[in-house]
């Protein structure tokens, strides 16, 4: 039976940690190979995850924050100069409206480094204001504008009958809700501990309450800062949700 592969390369935040990287997701769908967000560290995780960056057919942009963006540069100046750069097979960039933008300003600081050969890489903005779709090969990709920045979304990955969802940075809200209905594996963030809940970001309750809306039939937690890992996440969780759950980890390995 064919499978959605999942690797998480970061489960942090901004907030420096061995345990726990900035945001990062790896997704193995047959033939192509997925990155949901690529903070810092992403290039390393996957490394001692025994992955090339060869081997990536698309990445995807939950917003441009430097936590979940940090790593395309590293990433196209190692493709560019790591022996990839006339081997490698052609991927795509996809992000929020406004990311094309965003990779250009990457060149004007850093120039011709990041200037991969023509065709090897194409840039697809999604819409921040309304559900968007793409169609690849392996995978269907549905996306939702969630509430955190205003070029933040929230991706669906649709293979084999299955059905992956990844919130990126999101405060609760019913788009996300929507996204993830009846989903098999949801990766939420839970970056708050419950007993400080913010304006733009979701703690374990909270996540479990929108994983229980949605109908998920499994949630993985994720995006966690320090101070939520002092508190008991899965208790907190449970509060609003009984289905399997994780407390995601640097390179822990899901099956959808």
């Given at each position: 039976?064919?499978?959605?592969?999942?690797?998480?390369?970061?489960?942090?935040?901004?907030?420096?940690?061995?345990?726990?990287?900035?945001?990062?997701?790896?997704?193995?769908v047959?033939?192509?190979?997925?990155?949901?967000?690529?903070?810092?560290?992403?290039?390393?995780?996957?490394?001692?995850?025994?992955?090339?960056?060869?081997?990536?057919?698309?990445?995807?942009?939950?917003?441009?924050?430097?936590?979940?963006?940090?790593?395309?540069?590293?990433?196209?100046?190692?493709?560019?100069?790591?022996?990839?750069?006339?081997?490698?097979?052609?991927?795509?960039?996809?992000?929020?409206?406004?990311?094309?933008?965003?990779?250009?300003?990457?060149?004007?600081?850093?120039?011709?480094?990041?200037?991969?050969?023509?065709?090897?890489?194409?840039?697809?903005?999604?819409?921040?204001?309304?559900?968007?779709?793409?169609?690849?090969?392996?995978?269907?990709?549905?996306?939702?504008?969630?509430?955190?920045?205003?070029?933040?979304?929230?991706?669906?990955?649709?293979?084999?009958?299955?059905?992956?969802v990844?919130?990126?940075?999101?405060?609760?809200?019913?788009?996300?809700?929507?996204?993830?209905?009846?989903?098999d594996?949801?990766?939420?963030?839970?970056?708050?501990?419950?007993?400080?809940?913010?304006?733009?970001?979701?703690?374990?309750?909270?996540?479990?309450?929108?994983?229980?809306?949605?109908?998920?039939?499994?949630?993985?937690?994720?995006?966690?800062?320090?101070?939520?890992?002092?508190?008991?996440?899965?208790?907190?969780?449970r509060?609003?949700f009984?289905?399997?759950?994780?407390?995601?980890?640097?390179?822990?390995?899901?099956?959808?």
């Amino acid at each position: 039976m064919e499978k959605i592969l999942v690797t998480i390369l970061g489960s942090g935040t901004c907030v420096p940690r061995a345990e726990r990287s900035s945001s990062s997701i790896m997704v193995r769908v047959a033939d192509s190979l997925i990155l949901l967000d690529t903070g810092p560290g992403t290039l390393l995780r996957m490394a001692q995850a025994g992955q090339s960056i060869k081997d990536v057919t698309h990445l995807f942009y939950s917003h441009l924050h430097i936590d979940h963006t940090a790593d395309l540069a590293p990433f196209l100046f190692a493709v560019k100069y790591g022996g990839f750069h006339e081997t490698k097979k052609t991927f795509t960039a996809l992000g929020g409206r406004g990311f094309a933008d965003f990779y250009k300003s990457l060149q004007g600081v850093y120039g011709e480094w990041l200037t991969l050969r023509p065709g090897l890489m194409s840039i697809d903005e999604l819409d921040i204001d309304g559900p968007d779709k793409r169609h690849f090969e392996d995978f269907d990709l549905f996306s939702l504008p969630v509430n955190h920045t205003p070029q933040s979304i929230g991706l669906r990955l649709e293979a084999f009958g299955k059905s992956l969802v990844y919130s990126g940075d999101t405060a609760p809200c019913p788009e996300i809700v929507s996204l993830a209905r009846d989903c098999d594996l949801f990766i939420c963030e839970a970056a708050m501990p419950d007993s400080a809940p913010t304006d733009n970001h979701m703690t374990p309750s909270q996540a479990g309450q929108a994983a229980a809306q949605a109908g998920a039939k499994s949630l993985a937690l994720t995006h966690i800062y320090p101070e939520t890992d002092a508190t008991d996440i899965v208790a907190d969780c449970r509060k609003t949700f009984d289905g399997p759950l994780w407390v995601a980890r640097d390179l822990m390995r899901l099956e959808v």
